[in-house]
């Protein structure tokens, strides 16, 4: 049930968590170019081919954007709003580089503001999103007890939140680490 899927995604390695949340930002982010693209172009596919550039230089730009701006050092469980806000200016600087590859592609600036106008509010709320309905599974907040930091965000730290997720006396609220790659 959902309690063996919250934690099997706790005791993945960082950086299968990491694959997975890459993964689904780049197919979020496609899909929302692509529906950028069809609204401001009113549907008219075979118009916009010239565009199909876009999705690739996209992808290329908005990892390490997202990298850049932490969300993919951030402990799902533990993010809140500055995770907002890094969504909100990494999905800004993506959609400027979306509009401007429009205007390369020989879009006037009216299209290429719409595509960007489009991208921008889907891809704050699809990562936004994304990023609770993670934090929403792997999150217990019906446990009482409590509330404790763990040092050490490895995997003994990992095996530590499994093991107070059994019992009642400890919520573990916090990971100090001092591993950066953590």
Same mark, same amino acid.
């Given at each position: 049930g959902l309690t063996r899927l919250q934690s099997w995604l706790i005791l993945l390695p960082a950086?299968?968590?990491?694959?997975?949340?890459?993964?689904?930002?780049?197919?979020?982010?496609?899909?929302?170019?692509g529906i950028a693209v069809a609204l401001?172009?009113?549907g008219e596919w075979r118009a916009e081919m010239d565009l199909a550039f876009i999705f690739p230089v996209m992808v290329i730009v908005a990892i390490p954007v997202l990298a850049w701006q932490g969300l993919y050092r951030a402990i799902i469980r533990f993010i809140g709003e500055e995770m907002l806000f890094a969504v909100l200016k990494a999905v800004t =600087?993506?959609?400027?580089?979306?509009? #401007?590859?429009?205007?390369?592609?020989?879009?006037?600036?009216? *299209?290429?503001?719409?595509?960007? #106008?489009?991208?921008?509010?889907?891809?704050?709320? @699809?990562?936004?999103?994304?990023?609770?309905?993670?934090?929403?599974?792997?999150?217990?907040?019906? *446990?009482? @007890?409590?509330?404790?930091?763990?040092? @050490?965000? @490895? =995997?003994?730290?990992?095996?530590?939140v499994t093991a107070s997720a059994s019992g009642r006396g400890f919520v573990p609220v916090l990971f100090i680490d001092d591993s950066p790659s953590l």
């Open positions: 950086l299968a968590k990491r694959l997975i949340v890459a993964t689904c930002d780049v197919s979020l982010l496609v899909l929302v170019l401001a172009s009113r =600087l993506i959609a400027l580089v979306v509009a #401007a590859c429009s205007l390369v592609a020989g879009k006037d600036f009216r *299209q290429s503001a719409a595509i960007a #106008a489009v991208f921008w509010p889907f891809a704050i709320v @699809g990562l936004a999103a994304g990023r609770l309905t993670m934090r929403a599974l792997v999150s217990r907040r019906r *446990q009482t @007890g409590e509330r404790v930091a763990i040092y @050490g965000a @490895g =995997l003994a730290g990992r095996h530590l």
